[in-house]
């Protein structure tokens, strides 16, 4: 990209103030002459503009228009430069488009780039833009243009007044996840923020710049602001970037430990046999076929379209991209843990990027298609990450090309991009180019043994998703494993020596499953303490049940020791898919999780839609404060046509028998349950079906307060921790800087939730937790000494919450729930736990 300063783009000389053209024509006109004027273009190019109108609507709404020449006239182009008409009466530029800022370009590569960024910037600004619309200083537009643009390199080196230096000394250097937190923290600190590592800087609001800078442990970098209470926004976000200091060196930690656990040398077979050697990535041992996946290049259609179209076009598929991701988000965090699903989260802000946003916008003003353009702008910055030199960072690279190929898929749905719903019916061994992370965590588990895959590297999102599946991978097996993997060769992988074997003998197989079944014993060894129950010292039981979203997921649960789903999220179904699932499709996932759970109890839960869960298709108008309006049972009881053929579908599948509960979420009222079961009654009665327990979930103060009213009439209680927390200590749990103060340990809500359990009892009723402190081994001690009777959780937290409760007294637990309750901060609370 040219380095040449936004400002020697747009000078005074290029704008024009209070300008009254008549037409659209001459409104070009008029445009084009200051750029003749400043010797930037051939007069000629006024006719170019005018052509391109012809092709090409160049309005970009807000008011704002930017007529540019075809690209078959760059040679009229001498160099490059902007100018901008300022129209304040507005101009008609096509029926129902008034144009009030023409903005002309003439750019025969993309230097103008910083002008566009600071362009988008300044249409989702109103309030900025209108003041540019009637403003009686040139200069007002020129630094609204060019501020916040790229320098020289001897000026971008320059830091803002106030400024702290820092040592890197997170071990994998910046990588995604922590970056990710720095520009949240700067986003959220409202300031002009510059990391400096040397003569290179980065705008600390955008990701893939902040990732260029290369960071490595050890590098100094130079972190300084400037706005409003620069200094205290600057403490704030100082403290961010150290405070993710601990967490990033135990990860590493962790990290070499378990590369530490892993043997040098896995299975050896009897003979001698052609070997791929790889990396480890994951240790297993895989037999079988293998199924060599096709990476074909894509060819992207180049169908222009005008700018409004495809801006438009563009938007849309960028906000159902970071839907879709933040479900994946979620969905992984239940299945996989936290520390995976950062891997998504990291992924969309990716697609915040303001340079990928720019370069697709310039490409588009240039005459291509969207999904050409933002195709190339993906690929183009992708490229630039991998060429780092830098593992981790290249590895970002393919997170990029995953989180955009998503976007392209919905900008042109006719793109093949690859074979995985066709793997074979046999199980294989996949070998691949690569996967992205999210055809990882998606693989059919009962049709892929193992993963051998010619790039990547063991500390890719691919490496670790397989690693935490527990699937068998090695990775960076090369042009070996290019040229000699052939779909259908039988061969053996071994992911803890990074070893693939192909055309075993009989022998070969028979040692290479006796190593297998010797693995396999000692994971049913594990798995047997897994299963059994949660039963305290002194014989009192606590069921443990899993958090689970989809009928694939159950596997992996029952072999943490889930004793049933304590939540399905049914949100998941709508919030993955681009349009609201019918009855007969949530019928079909309901009876498969009913099935696969095999007469374990199953917990679904209505469609929990609002607050930070929000679906495109379903058209809910917009809130100013989406957590306080109408969202769970408020919806629901609006939305007919949602909840109708949803407890349909579920009152259908529990008919062909299972252990089904509905439960409603966000209940306030006596008065919404009583509704909610009468639609319930209606829809059961019509469809003769069994009547099931109907739930609520308790998830704001009113209804743990009223919870002796509200178990009068409704079967059991849920209560969801994560949202209780925010609505009784007024802490938006998303907000980074009161993260660690939103504590679900804090005595308010353990108070909450003793009322609740006390509430319940009145009437017989039994209470459950589904929310985060279930699944933490002091969490879950100290809810069931409060008198919670099921804890549903991330399969994953099983194992050890079941551990801790076996080991304690039911007297004891009551003890520190007691002592729990006394206490005046939640970090009193957590001093409680007696360190083992």
Not at 757 to 774: D, E, S, T, Y
């Amino acid at each position: 990209m040219s380095t040449m300063p936004s400002d020697h783009l747009l000078g005074l000389e290029l704008v024009r103030l209070h300008a009254a053209p008549a037409s659209k024509a001459e409104a070009i006109a008029q445009a084009c002459q200051l750029l003749v004027a400043a010797g930037c273009v051939a007069p000629d190019f006024a006719a170019s503009m005018q052509r391109r109108e012809a092709v090409a609507n160049t309005f970009l709404g807000h008011g704002v228009a930017i007529p540019h020449g075809l690209g078959e006239d760059k040679g009229l182009i001498r160099k490059d430069g902007i100018a901008v008409l300022q129209v304040p009466g507005g101009l008609e530029w096509n029926p129902g488009q008034q144009a009030r800022l023409v903005v002309a370009i003439a750019a025969k590569n993309d230097a103008h780039i910083t002008i566009l960024r600071r362009l988008t910037r300044l249409i989702q600004n109103e309030s900025a833009l209108e003041a540019l619309f009637t403003t009686h200083d040139a200069g007002e537009i020129v630094h609204a243009f060019t501020a916040d643009g790229p320098r020289p390199a001897a000026v971008a080196a320059n830091d803002f007044n106030h400024a702290f230096t820092w040592v890197v000394d997170y071990p994998a250097g910046l990588h995604a996840r922590p970056a990710s937190a720095w520009v949240d923290a700067a986003r959220a600190a409202d300031l002009a923020v510059r990391v400096r590592h040397g003569l290179e800087a980065a705008d600390a609001r955008n990701l893939v710049a902040l990732l260029q800078l290369g960071l490595k442990a050890g590098d100094e970098i130079t972190v300084s602001a400037e706005g409003n209470d620069a200094e205290a926004g600057l403490a704030r976000l100082k403290s961010v970037i150290t405070g993710l200091s601990a967490q990033e060196k135990l990860d590493a930690e962790r990290a070499a430990a378990k590369a530490q656990a892993v043997p040098a040398r896995g299975f050896t077979p009897p003979g001698a046999l052609p070997l791929i050697a790889g990396l480890a990535a994951s240790p297993g041992l895989a037999i079988g076929p293998l199924h060599v996946l096709a990476g074909e290049a894509l060819d992207v259609p180049d169908r222009p379209v005008s700018l409004t179209e495809g801006g438009n076009a563009l938007h849309e598929a960028l906000s159902q991209t970071r839907q879709q991701l933040a479900a994946l988000a979620d969905d992984t965090a239940r299945r996989l843990g936290a520390q995976d699903a950062a891997i998504f989260k990291a992924q969309a802000e990716l697609l915040n990027d303001s340079d990928l946003i720019t370069l697709t916008c310039q490409l588009m003003v240039e005459g291509h298609g969207v999904a050409y353009a933002w195709h190339e702008a993906v690929t183009r910055m992708a490229a630039r990450l991998g060429a780092l030199g830098n593992q981790v960072l290249a590895a970002r690279a393919a997170d990029l090309r995953d989180a955009g190929q998503r976007v392209l898929s919905r900008l042109e749905p006719s793109i093949a991009t690859g074979s995985l719903g066709d793997l074979p019916d046999q199980p294989c061994i996949l070998v691949a180019a690569d996967l992205s992370p999210s055809d990882t965590a998606g693989l059919d588990m009962a049709r892929v043994l193992g993963l051998a895959m010619i790039q990547g590297g063991p500390t890719s999102h691919t490496a670790i998703l397989a690693r935490t599946l527990g699937l068998p991978a090695l990775v960076a097996g090369g042009e070996a494993l290019s040229a000699e993997a052939v779909s259908g060769t039988m061969a053996i992988l071994d992911g803890a020596s990074g070893r693939l074997y192909l055309n075993p003998t009989a022998a070969d197989i028979e040692a290479a499953r006796a190593f297998a079944a010797e693995l396999a014993a000692k994971r049913e060894a594990e798995a047997a303490l897994r299963a059994r129950p949660a039963t305290t010292t002194d014989d009192v039981r606590i069921e443990v049940a899993a958090n689970v979203n989809r009928p694939d997921q159950v596997a992996m649960a029952l072999t943490e020791g889930a004793e049933g789903v304590g939540l399905m999220r049914t949100e998941f179904l709508f919030l993955e898919a681009g349009a609201t699932p019918t009855e007969d499709e949530q019928f079909a996932t309901y009876r498969a999780m009913i099935e696969a759970l095999e007469g374990r109890p199953l917990i679904i839960r209505a469609l929990d839609i609002g607050g930070d869960k929000q679906v495109a298709h379903l058209h809910l108008p917009r809130e100013e404060n989406p957590f306080l309006g109408v969202r769970g049972a408020r919806l629901l009881l609006r939305r007919p046509d949602l909840l109708l053929p949803q407890l349909r579908a579920i009152y259908r599948a529990a008919k062909q028998g299972g252990e089904v509960n509905i439960m409603f979420p966000m209940v306030t009222s006596a008065a919404e349950i009583i509704r909610l079961r009468e639609i319930c009654e209606q829809v059961r009665a019509g469809l003769d079906a069994p009547r099931l327990p109907i739930g609520i979930m308790i998830e704001v103060p009113a209804a743990a307060v009223m919870a002796d009213a509200l178990a009068e009439h409704c079967d059991f209680f849920s209560i969801g921790t994560n949202d209780l927390t925010q609505y009784a200590l007024a802490m938006d749990r998303q907000n980074p800087d009161l993260a660690a103060e939103a504590d679900s340990l804090h005595p308010a809500v353990l108070r909450l939730i003793a009322q609740t359990v006390q509430g319940a009892r009145a009437h017989g009723r039994w209470v459950g937790v589904c929310g985060g402190i279930a699944g933490d081994a002091f969490g879950a001690a100290l809810l069931a000494g409060l008198g919670v009777s099921e804890l549903s959780m991330t399969p994953r937290d099983i194992p050890a919450v079941k551990a801790r409760l076996r080991r304690e007294s039911f007297a004891d637990l009551q003890a520190l729930a007691a002592r729990a309750l006394a206490c005046i901060s939640a970090a009193d609370v957590r001093a409680l736990e007696e360190p083992r």
